[in-house]
């Protein structure tokens, strides 16, 4: 059996049917439900013109073990809105451990040494910037806050509360529309522990997802009680647990993944396009190579690229690949790698190319 990826052009969602919001985020990541009921009213608030004045439209702490879509959440959410995923203002906080670099993102004042170098990382231009023609709500995306230094959480909490951050200019920043998520390792690798067979996963496997789900959140809430103040705790609107991905998740995201590898050849490669088939035993080596407790779907992605894309792109590069010809992925005969083959076979004899 072979999987064909190559698809129909799919119907964009639009800011007039939000109902497809929710359908369309769950579609673009996978496996995680809670993360989508939470998220969305919020969009669908702001949307309607309903946000309260004076907070941020809303704010999210995503948690949960590394590869499971936290990041991809807000880009995912970013494509939706804006139409790309770049329409996102990330902040890396492992890029402010210091306080003196966490002052960076609100520049210093007039006079002070560096206030004409330093431009604030967070300024109301740049979270314009992030808007679009569809929709002028900004996507503030503070990746791994674990990492910043406490002044990080401080110089938050005003932003949480009232939706301000003053400058060192002076000017102030309005977060009025604008969502906030932050994303974060803490109590991951307990989650990981308590799911792990010896560790008592055989206990909770019995029980329905919802009992695994609470117990993740308790462990993920318990774990940002440790490391946050209550005051920057209690202006958080969701805490959302991200869940380990099950295989059924993996298989949807691999399917996703190759579409994506299907489209960004007919992209590229225009008239020189070709199309992509997976045999079902490559599919299945595939997803045993990249399923990984440690590192999600991370480790999927980079299978496909070791195991498919390469040895393609090296297939191309010779010249062995013609546009419409159908290349064919499949499992070697003694398991341990995918081998390629092209339709009509006899192209695979074409001479290389110089
Ligand atoms: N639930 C998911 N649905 C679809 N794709 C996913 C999902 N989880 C992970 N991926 C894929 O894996 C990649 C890495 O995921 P992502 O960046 O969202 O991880 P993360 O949860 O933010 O992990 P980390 O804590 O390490 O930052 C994504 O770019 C995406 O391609
Ligand atoms: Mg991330």
């Given at each position: 059996m072979r999987t064909v990826i190559n698809s129909r052009p799919k119907r964009n969602w639009t800011q007039d049917a939000p109902d497809d919001l929710a359908a369309a985020l769950a579609g673009k990541v996978v496996g995680q439900l809670p993360a989508v009921t939470a998220i969305v009213p919020y969009v669908q608030m702001f949307q309607a013109g309903l946000s309260p004045d004076g907070r941020p439209v809303g704010v999210f702490l995503l948690l949960g073990p590394s590869g499971t879509g936290k990041t991809r959440t807000v880009e995912a959410l970013a494509s939706l809105l804006h139409g790309s995923e770049r329409n996102v203002l990330k902040i890396d906080c492992g890029e402010y451990q210091m306080?003196?670099?966490?002052?960076?993102?609100?520049?210093?004042?007039p006079g002070y040494l560096g206030h004409r170098e330093t431009q604030p990382m967070l300024t109301q231009a740049k979270l314009n910037a992030v808007t679009s023609d569809r929709s002028g709500l900004s996507l503030v995306l503070l990746d791994e806050i674990e990492k910043a230094a406490p002044s990080m959480a401080r110089l938050l909490l005003g932003v949480l509360d009232k939706a301000t951050l003053r400058l060192g200019d002076n000017n102030s920043v309005n977060f009025e529309r604008s969502m906030i998520f932050m994303t974060s390792n803490l109590g991951a690798g307990e989650m990981m522990r308590a799911l792990e067979p010896s560790f008592g996963f055989?206990?909770?496997?019995?029980?329905?997802?919802?009992?695994?789900?609470r117990m993740l959140d308790r462990i993920g809430v318990r774990a940002v009680r440790r490391k946050f103040s209550p005051e920057f705790v209690n202006r958080i609107d969701a805490v959302v647990t991200y869940r380990p991905l099950a295989r059924s998740s993996m298989e949807a995201i691999l399917d996703q993944q190759l579409a994506a590898l299907q489209g960004h050849v007919n992209l590229r490669l225009a008239a020189r396009a070709f199309d992509l088939e997976i045999a079902s035993g490559a599919r299945e080596f595939l997803l045993d190579q990249g399923t990984s407790a440690q590192f999600g779907a991370r480790e999927l992605k980079r299978t496909i690229?070791?195991?498919?894309i390469q040895p393609v792109a090296a297939m191309v590069a010779n010249g062995q690949i013609e546009g419409g010809d159908t290349v064919y992925a499949d499992l070697a005969d003694d398991g341990t790698k995918i081998v390629l083959g092209i339709d009509p076979p006899a192209k695979s004899k074409r001479p290389r190319a110089a």
């Open positions: 306080d003196h670099e966490v002052a960076k993102l609100i520049g210093a004042p055989q206990s909770v496997s019995g029980d329905r997802p919802t009992n695994v789900e690229h070791r195991q498919l």
